[in-house]
């Protein structure tokens, strides 16, 4: 029996779409400046969602924390148009936000936009738009 079509945003998707929409492997991010994978949490991770979204996952421990500090690039490919910024969450010596900003490429920088605390930790996990 054929899949029927499920009903999405005004168009008619069938088994072949999702086909298209199927996400790629996760691809291990190498951290710059001194920072690391945080033992025992989500290490720092990329993938494509399909031909236009790519989602980013990991938590890190901090290396260099002042602002504009480079943390990773994204791969050739990965990176958007124009900045795109996401909140992560900074925890275990201050809890609270410090935004990333995901920078066009090449390389596609990602980059802390404010200071963070000296020995913490950061939590992240969003999906951006190559063509935003």
Do not use: H, K
């Amino acid at each position: 029996m054929p899949t029927p079509p499920v009903w999405y945003a005004g168009q008619d998707w069938t088994a072949a779409d999702a086909e298209e929409i199927t996400p790629g492997a996760w691809q291990a991010l190498s951290l710059l400046n001194g920072w690391t994978n945080r033992t025992g949490q989500v290490a720092a991770q990329i993938r494509m969602v399909n031909s236009v979204a790519v989602e980013v996952v990991g938590t890190i421990t901090a290396g260099t924390v002042t602002a504009g500090t480079v943390l990773f690039d994204v791969p050739t490919g990965f990176a958007p148009q124009n900045d795109q910024i996401f909140p992560a969450v900074e925890w275990q010596t201050a809890n609270g936000q410090a935004p990333l900003v995901v920078q066009p490429g090449p390389p596609g920088n990602v980059i802390i936009l404010n200071a963070v605390t000296a020995g913490c930790s950061l939590s992240f996990g969003f999906t951006y738009w190559l063509d935003c």
